[in-house]
């Protein structure tokens, strides 16, 4: 297994990782700023206003994108897997 397998190997589980975690992060973030905005121009500062609508868009979130989600970590997974024969022979 040369240096240039394992960073190959470690920058897709990095990329998999980005394509997974962006459907909850971008909810959060989205939700996050609708909320600062509402609370900003209401001047209610009230912590669960900010916190239950993101745990809310982000269970939608998963919901939703839950099967993409899970398909791209299988596909890696399965292609990481097919793999093992050609990184132990080093071929």
Request: overall charge neutral; glycine content about 8%.
């Amino acid at each position: 297994m040369t240096p240039e397998t394992i960073t190959t190997l470690g920058q897709q589980a990095l990329w998999v990782t980005f394509l997974v975690a962006l459907p909850l992060l971008g909810a959060a973030l989205v939700v996050g700023l609708v909320v600062s905005l509402f609370q900003a121009a209401t001047q209610l500062n009230e912590m669960t206003l900010s916190f239950v609508p993101k745990v809310i868009a982000m269970g939608l979130a998963a919901v939703f994108a839950g099967p993409w989600m899970l398909r791209v970590m299988m596909d890696f997974t399965i292609r990481l897997y097919q793999s093992i024969p050609h990184l132990i022979n080093g071929g």
